[in-house]
């Protein structure tokens, strides 16, 4: 069921004008609510945005380097917002960089907060939501190229940091998927040398 879904997921930059029902907005929230989080800090806050003018106020802060006007059409907007981290984390980030552990501690705790924000935290949430929307027909794209204080102001964030918006909808028609390399393309087995078959 799940590789035939991914199968026909693509990023749809075209919806239709039809909305997406309270039931299904709830179905997929509740996918992302149930996701793994470090610790299970569950860090996260989900932004439901309906509101036209607000997606279109959204779309404007997300084409600050290429025009994304197309999201104004979108019916459903997820905002993916993660806490402010306001320490440095040694063992989510030091340590798994030893490296550079000097350089990062330091940094200025709203540089390292901003640049860190658990990103990963939200990724998880955000993938599952997609493919629950997926299995209502719904499709999406994930933007990560935009003003993220720009959208934080525009939804009255605090004391979170917005790190991904998931735009969602019914196709308007349907595009072709997307070739993906094959498996062992990218894979490896044991050691990076050795080409998985």
């Given at each position: ?11 749809c ?48 802060a ?16 997820i ?5 402010l ?5 040694e063992?989510?980030?030091?340590n ?12 200025d ?55 991904n ?12 998927v ?8 990218i ?6 040398g050795?080409?998985?078959?």
């Open positions: 069921m799940l590789l035939d879904l991914l199968k026909t997921r693509y990023s930059r075209n919806f239709s004008s039809k909305t997406v029902s309270d039931d299904i907005i709830r179905y997929i929230l509740e996918c992302g609510r149930l996701s793994a989080s470090g610790g299970n800090e569950q860090p996260w806050k989900f932004g439901i945005i309906t509101d036209a003018k607000i997606i279109e106020n959204i779309a404007e997300a084409s600050i380097n290429y025009s994304q006007n197309w999201i104004s059409k979108a019916p459903l907007i905002v993916l917002c993660t806490q981290m306001d320490y440095k984390d063992v989510n980030c030091m798994r960089f030893p490296s550079i552990k000097n350089e990062i501690r330091a940094m705790n709203k540089i390292y907060s901003a640049i860190n924000m658990e990103e990963h935290q939200t990724k998880i949430p955000g993938e599952h939501m997609v493919l629950a929307a997926l299995e209502h027909g719904i499709y999406s794209t994930w933007i990560s190229s935009m003003d993220c204080e720009a959208v934080g102001e525009i939804i009255g964030i605090e004391g979170y940091i917005v790190t918006v998931i735009v969602f909808g019914y196709p308007k028609e349907y595009n072709d997307t070739p993906k390399k094959a498996l062992n393309d894979t490896f087995t044991n050691h990076f050795n080409i998985t078959n």
